[in-house]
């Protein structure tokens, strides 16, 4: 199995604020990576997908770079819908898996 | 417009077999390279994969669930449906269903059911 490890777990952050979360995989995963939010009671929503590709509809204040086994999700000016839990997932193997989560809160 | 709604019980007994349901529109699971997969998330906890079925009618799962885990797709009802053995409190958790998009290097999903509480109790 390819483990995905994020951090940090949490945050505090204030509007305006340019956050940086990484993720790193236990192998290289090339760009099979894709990013989510999720908020409370929702189901997770798309935002980047192959490491740097912004899925249609999402602002473009958010990024994310990386290959190999090191990624990141940049939000470049936290807007307050953006409060959140994040997760980063690998679909390089058949067996997908998906980091532990970064939570993303008020400061 | 592609939607997905899953359906299923929302309480079953230690040891019973859940049977959970994906209904889908806007797409179909036999167009090359769609597939249809069901995450599930324990509350307060992250999202974990458990099973894939493509549009070729090859299928993937958790290793770690794979002897529990059975899924089969109707093309012509627009379904898919995922059976767990065994079931354990630690398996309550909400039960989410995916279209996965493929092309080249891009493989994700895109959109996701609301998803289905399933508590595990006596």
């Known amino acids: 199995d390819i483990q995905m490890t994020q951090s940090p777990s949490s945050l505090s952050a204030s509007v305006g604020d340019r956050v940086t979360i990484t993720c790193r995989a236990s192998?290289?995963?090339?760009?099979?990576l894709n990013w989510y939010q999720q908020k409370p009671g929702k189901a997770p929503k798309l935002l980047i997908y192959a490491a740097s590709s912004l899925q249609s509809g999402v602002p473009s204040r958010f990024s994310g770079s990386g290959s190999g086994t090191d990624f990141t999700l940049t939000i470049s000016s936290l807007q307050p819908e953006d409060f959140a839990t994040y997760y980063c997932?690998?679909?390089?193997?058949?067996?997908?898996?998906f980091g532990q989560g970064t939570q993303v809160d008020i400061k | 417009q592609i939607t997905l709604k899953e359906s299923g019980p929302t309480l079953v007994k230690p040891t019973q077999t859940l049977t959970l349901t994906c209904t889908f529109s806007g797409f179909s699971l036999s167009t090359n390279g769609v597939g249809v997969g069901w995450i599930r998330q324990p509350p307060g906890k992250a999202p974990e994969w458990l099973a894939l079925?493509?549009?070729?009618?090859?299928?993937g799962f958790s290793p770690s669930l794979k002897s529990r885990l059975a899924i089969t797709k109707d093309t012509s009802k627009n379904q898919v449906v995922l059976t767990m053995t065994n079931m354990d409190p630690v398996d309550t958790a909400t039960y989410f269903c995916?279209?996965?998009?493929?092309?080249?290097?891009?493989?994700?999903?895109?959109?996701w059911g609301q998803g289905t509480l399933v508590t595990v109790s006596s």
């Open positions: 995916a279209h996965r998009f493929f092309s080249g290097n891009s493989d994700y999903f895109d959109y």
């Open positions: 192998q290289s995963i090339i760009i099979y």
């Open positions: 079925i493509y549009w070729d009618d090859d299928k």
């Open positions: 997932q690998q679909s390089y193997s058949t067996s997908r898996s």
